[in-house]
T-cell receptor
Framework: ETGVTQTPRHLVMGMTNKKSLKCEQH?????MYWYKQSAKKPLELMFV???????ENNSVPSRFSPECPNSSHLFLHLHTLQPEDSALYLC???????????????FGPGTRLTVT | GDSVTQMEGPVTLSEEAFLTINCTYT??????LFWYVQYPGEGLQLLLK?????DKGSNKGFEATYRKETTSFHLEKGSVQVSDSAVYFC???????????FGGGTRVLVKP
């Protein structure tokens, strides 16, 4: 595998279900991100992890719970979601630069989530 | 805060037509600028980037020049193909951080 992979690619779940999205990066990066892409809305950054530590949580509801066990893997645990949570969930990774800051982000193909 | 504004689509073109997608930004200092492309059913791919004023990013026939004076980073391609049909996102980030700010995306449809 190369780049950033995400599983599953499609997920349909009821509002009472619990499911998890998985992201894996094969690029040796040390920062990982979750984004939400809804129809007719800009990409929304949800969470950022640097060196496995969560550095940003953009006021995301607690029904979304991220987990980063190591710098290559990132999970998004889902429970009691709402229909408006239906969206494409994108994972990305990047590497810090010698000059400071982080390089461009590399995205996975996304998980298309439908909440019924 | 930072923001990116790009023209709303959809933009519909015929094959071999000239494409321009406008992008302007509001940010402090000197951000790095990016264009990402999202093909149907896929995630975002980095198309090109520029990290300082007057830099020109280019890839796959696409070009964009970092214009500090007009805070713009317009994307251009001289002759589009059907395979260029996608959604294009303009974005910026600061060297000191790792947060990308995206524009709303512009859908481009190229017809044969």
């Amino acid at each position: 595998e190369t780049g950033v992979t995400q599983t599953p690619r499609h997920l349909v779940m009821g509002m009472t279900n619990k499911k998890s999205l998985k992201c894996e990066q094969h690029l040796g990066h040390n920062a990982m991100y979750w984004y939400k892409q809804s129809a007719k809305k800009p990409l929304e950054l949800m969470f950022v992890y640097n060196f496995k530590e969560q550095t940003e949580n953009n006021s995301v509801p607690s029904r979304f719970s991220p987990e980063c066990p190591n710098s290559s893997h990132l999970f998004l645990h889902l429970h009691t979601l709402q229909p408006e949570d239906s969206a494409l969930y994108l994972c990305a990774s990047s590497q810090d630069l010698p000059s400071g800051g982080y390089g461009e982000q590399y995205f996975g193909p996304g998980t298309r989530l439908t909440v019924t | 805060g930072d923001s990116v504004t790009q023209m709303e689509g959809p933009v519909t073109l015929s094959e071999e037509a000239f494409l321009t997608i406008n992008c302007t930004y509001t940010a402090t200092g000197y951000p790095s600028l990016f264009w990402y492309v999202q093909y149907p059913g896929e995630g975002l791919q980095l198309l090109l980037k520029a990290t300082k004023a007057d830099d020109k990013g280019s890839n796959k026939g696409f070009e964009a020049t970092y214009r500090k004076e007009t805070t713009s980073f317009h994307l251009e391609k001289g002759s589009v193909q059907v395979s260029d049909s996608a959604v294009y996102f303009c974005a910026l980030t600061h060297a000191a951080g790792n947060k990308l700010t995206f524009g709303g995306g512009t859908r481009v449809l190229v017809k044969p």
